[in-house]
């Protein structure tokens, strides 16, 4: 089973209400996308920032899980920074890439950049995930 096949096996509930869609995977990079629907935005039909820190929590979960050792039971997100840099609208595509910073026996740092599909940049979110 190939990273983006294990990944979309999995089942994330959240990540399914949210909308988000896996599209690569590899040991050093996971990218997904997630569309900007109305329930997702705040006011003048703009992501809320809530969500786009849900999205790069998914996507650095993942791309935690196919990096785990073999005799891992799970991760968790201990600690999540997000700065924000632009908006995105109710219509268009967010996507986000996730790289590693730290893989290491204990936990994992991921960096995880947002952009729209015109390549603006929304966010960078570095989160840290405990190896269980």
Do not use: Y
Request: some cysteine.
């Amino acid at each position: 089973m190939t990273p983006l096949e294990k990944i979309q096996s999995m089942k994330m509930p959240f990540a399914e209400l949210k909308g988000v869609t896996f599209t690569e995977a590899d040991m050093d990079r996971v990218v997904a996308k997630m569309v900007v629907r109305s329930d997702l935005c705040t006011l003048r039909n703009t992501i809320h920032g809530g969500a786009i820190m849900a999205f790069a929590d998914s996507v650095g979960a993942a791309a935690t899980v196919i990096n785990l050792p073999e005799d891992a039971n799970g991760t968790t997100t201990i600690e999540s920074k997000t700065n924000f840099i632009g908006g995105a609208k109710e219509g268009s595509t967010v996507i986000a890439t996730a790289t590693p910073v730290h893989r290491g026996r204990r936990t994992q740092v991921w960096q995880t950049r947002l952009e729209t599909e015109d390549g603006k940049l929304v966010a960078i979110v570095t989160q840290t995930q405990m190896v269980l």
